[in-house]
């Protein structure tokens, strides 16, 4: 299972990188905005360069051609990236032709097995879901994880799942334990991960027998 971080920060990522929560990272709408300009280039060859790990980056485009343009854009700036495109009927087609001309492509607004199956034929490598479009929906992340990894299986479709934004640590065990290969979750909620109620309680109970101990004499 590895962890993408939400994030646009270099200062975000080199500390979750730093502890090993950093297996790539995803890019938000916001970040795709400046990823279109000089300096969001220069910022996704930067993080490219520093960390070395995926980077998922959305296009922008709502055409099949201006997605394709916008996508091989993105894939000259490093090998890292992964273009994000959605599944809508105007990507399948640019989806398809990057995939043959190896560019790594992620498929989003995939939220049942069917169309999971359909994007890994595209040639999508990775189906992204959005836990909080579910929840709108009523169902729940396990049983949607569940039912993709059973299909894309069934269907010999080599393709990641990765559940995005989940928004606590229930919904995070809840994912994995249904078969998630990635999980994109912003470093606020990843870090709160840590924490447990029981946790003080076992800390100040350590530091009450660390203060009780005899001390050794010089």
Do not use: W
């Not at 000089?38 to 980077?55: H, K, N, Q, W, Y």
């Not at 999980?183 to 870090?191: D, G, K």
């Amino acid at each position: 299972m590895n962890i993408f971080v939400e994030t646009i920060s270099p200062d975000e990522i080199g500390r979750a990188a730093a502890t090993g929560f950093a297996d790539g990272v995803v890019f938000s709408d916001a970040a795709y905005a400046g990823a279109q300009s000089p300096e969001g280039r220069d910022l996704l060859a930067s993080v490219a360069t520093d960390f070395g790990i995926p980077m998922c980056v959305e296009v922008e485009a709502i055409s099949g051609a201006d997605m394709y343009r916008e996508a091989r854009e993105l894939a000259r700036i490093s090998d890292h990236i992964i273009v994000q495109l959605p599944l809508v009927e105007d990507a399948i087609a640019p989806m398809h032709k990057l995939s043959l001309e190896g560019i790594r492509v992620g498929a989003t607004f995939v939220f049942n097995g069917a169309q999971a199956v359909l994007a890994a034929k595209a040639g999508a490598s990775m189906v992204r879901i959005s836990l909080h479009d579910l929840d709108t929906q009523g169902r729940t992340s396990a049983d949607a994880v569940t039912e993709i990894r059973s299909l894309l299986e069934a269907s010999d479709c080599e393709c990641d799942v990765m559940v995005a934004s989940p928004a606590t640590a229930a919904q995070f065990t809840e994912c994995i334990s249904a078969g998630a290969q990635i999980v994109s979750i912003r470093p606020q909620i990843l870090h709160s991960l840590l924490l447990h109620p029981l946790t003080d309680r076992g800390v100040d109970r350590f530091l009450s027998g660390v203060a009780r101990r005899p001390r050794m004499r010089d």
